[in-house]
C-alpha cells in the first residue's frame, strides 16, 4: 500500500479560508500564530504517517477480540500507538488550558484530527468519542464531573464513550429501555444502572486505565418518549473523589460484532448491572438527557464528517500512485508513444479528479463549519455568535451527510481507478471503502441527517438560516462577476455561472420545501435536498478557495503550482459536479406521489 501524506499546504489553505487569521486574531486564541499551526500540522503528519498508518492495515487484518477473561484485545500495536499519542501531548490541543488542554482553536484540532483519521479511521474513532464526551461533560456536567473528569479525558489518561444505541432504539432513542433507578445508599445523585447497549464502538479496550460511558437511560419516574430520557457517565472502574480509582464497575462486554469494516475498532454489546447494578451519576437535569447528549452529537457529527474527509483524502493518494504507475492502453493524444499510464486517460483522468474535487470540498466545508463553532464561543460580540452559532447548526448534517457520502464515493471511485486489483484485499483500496460505509450510519444515520436539516433547519426557523447562507453564497457570485471574463483555465470569473445555478437550485428546492411543509413532502424531498445543499455549498467553498489562489497567483504569493492546482480543481468542480445539483433539485421537487403510491404488497 502506497504510504501516506499529510496534506499539510492544503490543510493551511483550508484553514485560511475557514477564518484562521480572524480566529487567532481574538484573545482567547492568541496563542495560535500560523507558524505554530503549521509546526503542529508538520508533526501531526509524521505521527500519522509514521505511527498510525503502518497499523491500518494490520488493524483490518487481525481485528479485535474478547477474552474468556472478559478483556477486550486489540490489534497489535494499537495499546501503544495510543501510549505515545498521549505522551505527545495529542489529545489536549483543542482544550481549556484550566483542565490541563493547549487552548487551540477547534477547527485546528479537525485539521489534526484529519491526519488521524485519514491515518487510520478505525483507530481513531476512539480518540474522537472522548473529544465528545469532553464537550458533553464541559457543557453540563457537575461541579464534581468536571473537576474529576475532564482533566483525565483531556490529556487522553482516560477515555469516553457514548451509549445510546439499544436492540429496539436506533434512530428512534423514544424507544430506549436502559433504567437508572436512584441509589440514596451509595449518595446524592447516584444511581444503579441496568440494560444492555449495542454498537458501542470502543466499549472496552486496555489503551486507558478508566473508561467514562455516557450512556443514556430511563429513571423510574420518566415519561414516556424522548422527553423521560437522562443522561448519565458510568465508569469502567469507579472513582474516588480525589480521581484514584477504586473497584470495578458492573458493566461489561458481552460480545464484539463482527463488521464490513473498521475492524481495528471494538464495537461493543454491553451489559450493565448484571450483577447489582452498574453505578453512575447524572449529567444534567433528569429527564433532559437527550439535549445534553445532543452536545456530544453534533461533536461527532461534525467528526463524523471529517472521517469521510480523511478516508477521502487516503484513498486519493492511494489512487494517484497506482494511475501513475499502471501502464495500459495508449496515450490518446499521442498513440506513437507506446503503453502509457492510466493518469493519461481522460476517463481515468475524470475519476482522480472526481476524488480530489470533492475531497477539497469536503475538507473546506469541514473546516468551515467547525470555525464557525469556535466563532459561536469565543468572539466578543454577540449577534457574530448568534450567526456563527446559526451557520454552524445548519451546516451540522450536512457535514455528517455529504461528507461521509464524498468518503464513501471517493473510496469506491478508488476501488474502480484499480481494476480488478481494487477488489482485492492485498491492494488496501478495498479497505478503504469498507472502512468509509460505516460513516454514513452511524451518528444518525444520512438520512436522518437529511431529515434534520429539512426539518429542524430549514422549516424550524421558517429558512432563516438557509436564506442567510444563500446571501452569502449570491456575494459571492456578484463578486466573481465584476471581473474579466475567462479567457484561460486560471480565470476564476467562469465560475460565477456554475455557482450562480448550483444557487439557483438551492433556493428553488428551499423555497418549494418552505411552500409545501406537510411532512410527507418534506420527508419525500429531504435526500435529494441534501444532496444538493452539499454540492452547492462544497462547490460554493471551492469557488472561494480558487478566487483565493487566483490573488495568491497574481500577488506572487505561495508556491504558483499549488494555485494553479487549486484553480484548476474548482473549475473541474464548476465544470462536472455542480451541474448535478439541477438533478438533485428536480428530484427534491417531484412530490411524493411516485415515491409513496406503490402497494406495500407489490414490494
Ligand atoms: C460500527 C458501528 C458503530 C456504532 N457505534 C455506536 C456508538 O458508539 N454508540 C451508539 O450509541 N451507537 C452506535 N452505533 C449505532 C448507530 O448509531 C445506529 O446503527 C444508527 O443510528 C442507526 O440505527 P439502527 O441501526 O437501529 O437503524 P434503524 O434506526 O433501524 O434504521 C434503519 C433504516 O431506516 C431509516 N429510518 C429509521 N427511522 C426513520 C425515520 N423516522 N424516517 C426515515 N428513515 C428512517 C434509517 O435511516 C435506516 O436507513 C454504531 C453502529 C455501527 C454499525
Known amino acids: 500500500m502506497s504510504a501516506y501524506v499529510a496534506p499539510v499546504e492544503d490543510m ?110 478505525a483507530w481513531a474513532i476512539g480518540p474522537l468519542l472522548t473529544t465528545g464526551a469532553i464537550e458533553a461533560l464541559s457543557a453540563h456536567g457537575t461541579v464534581d464531573q468536571r473537576r474529576v473528569y475532564l482533566p483525565r479525558l483531556v490529556s487522553g489518561e482516560w477515555t469516553g464513550t457514548m451509549n445510546l444505541t439499544e436492540p429496539q432504539a436506533g434512530s428512534d432513542l423514544a424507544q430506549l429501555r436502559c433504567k437508572a433507578e436512584p441509589a440514596p445508599d451509595l449518595g446524592e445523585d447516584v444511581y444503579r444502572l441496568f440494560g444492555q447497549k449495542i454498537f458501542i464502538s470502543h466499549g472496552d479496550h486496555e489503551m486507558a486505565e478508566n473508561i467514562c460511558h455516557l450512556v443514556l437511560a430511563r429513571l423510574p419516574d420518566a415519561p414516556p418518549g424522548v422527553k423521560g430520557i437522562s443522561l448519565f457517565l458510568v465508569p469502567k472502574v469507579l472513582v474516588n473523589d480525589d480521581g484514584s480509582l477504586g473497584a470495578r464497575n458492573d458493566l461489561k462486554v458481552v460480545s464484539l460484532e463482527h463488521k464490513l469494516g473498521i475492524h481495528g475498532s471494538p464495537t461493543a454489546v454491553m451489559a450493565y448491572g448484571d450483577t447489582h447494578g452498574a453505578v453512575g451519576t447524572l449529567i444534567g437535569q433528569p429527564h433532559k438527557g437527550l439535549a445534553c447528549m445532543f452536545t456530544m452529537m453534533n461533536n461527532a457529527r461534525l467528526n463524523v464528517g471529517l472521517q469521510g474527509v480523511g478516508v477521502a483524502e487516503r484513498a486519493l ?4 500512485t497506482y494511475a501513475k504507475e499502471r501502464l495500459q492502453g495508449v496515450d490518446v493524444t499521442d498513440p506513437q508513444a507506446g503503453k502509457a499510464p492510466i493518469i493519461h486517460h481522460p476517463d481515468v483522468r475524470r475519476m482522480l479528479m472526481t476524488m480530489r474535487a470533492k475531497t477539497q470540498a469536503a475538507r473546506l466545508l469541514t473546516y468551515y463549519a467547525v470555525a464557525q463553532l469556535d466563532l459561536s464561543h469565543a468572539h466578543p460580540d454577540e449577534a457574530v455568535r448568534a450567526a456563527a452559532h446559526a451557520r454552524m447548526d445548519l451546516l451540522t448534517p450536512v457535514v455528517k451527510g455529504w461528507c461521509t457520502d464524498v468518503g464513501f464515493e471517493v473510496s469506491d471511485v478508488g476501488v474502480q481507478v484499480f481494476g480488478g486489483t481494487g477488489y482485492i484485499e492485498e491492494t488496501g483500496a478495498a479497505q478503504f471503502l469498507r472502512d468509509a460505509r460505516v460513516c454514513r450510519i452511524y451518528e444518525g444515520t444520512n438520512g436522518i441527517q437529511a431529515i434534520d436539516l429539512v426539518g429542524r433547519k430549514l422549516l424550524h426557523d421558517k429558512g432563516a438560516a438557509v436564506k442567510a447562507l444563500i446571501a452569502d453564497m449570491r456575494a459571492t457570485v456578484m463578486e466573481l462577476e465584476k471581473g474579466t471574463p475567462a479567457k484561460s483555465p486560471l480565470d476564476v470569473a467562469a465560475l460565477a455561472v456554475p455557482l450562480d445555478a448550483a444557487v439557483d437550485d438551492l433556493q428553488a428546492a428551499s423555497t418549494w420545501i418552505l411552500e409545501h411543509a406537510t411532512p410527507l413532502d418534506a420527508q419525500g424531498a429531504c435526500t435529494p435536498y441534501a444532496h444538493l445543499f452539499g454540492i452547492a455549498t462544497g462547490g460554493w467553498l471551492m469557488v472561494q478557495a480558487a478566487v483565493e489562489a487566483r490573488r495568491r497567483l497574481d500577488a506572487g504569493e505561495g508556491d504558483p503550482a499549488f494555485m494553479t492546482a487549486k484553480i484548476i480543481t474548482a473549475r473541474f468542480m464548476a465544470d462536472a459536479i455542480l451541474p448535478f445539483t439541477r438533478a438533485h433539485r428536480a428530484a427534491a421537487m417531484a412530490g411524493p406521489d411516485s415515491l409513496m403510491a406503490l402497494e406495500e404488497t407489490c414490494f
Open 317 to 320: 493518494q492511494h489512487a494517484v
Open 12 to 121: 493551511l489553505f483550508a484553514l485560511d479560508l475557514a477564518g484562521l487569521a480572524d480566529l487567532v486574531a481574538l484573545p482567547r486564541f492568541a496563542e495560535a500564530s500560523p507558524d505554530l499551526v503549521s509546526a503542529i500540522l508538520e508533526e501531526a503528519g509524521k505521527f500519522g504517517a509514521g505511527v498510525l498508518a503502518p497499523l491500518n492495515e494490520i488493524g483490518d487484518r487481525q481485528g479485535c477480540a474478547l477474552e474468556p477473561d472478559g478483556t477486550v484485545r486489540l490489534p497489535e500495536g494499537s495499546v501503544e500507538a495510543y501510549g505515545q499519542f498521549v505522551e505527545a501531548g495529542w489529545p489536549s490541543l483543542p482544550f481549556d488550558p484550566a483542565l490541563g488542554g493547549q487552548g487551540l482553536p477547534a477547527v485546528v484540532g479537525v485539521a489534526v484530527g484529519e491526519i488521524w483519521q485519514a491515518a487510520n479511521l
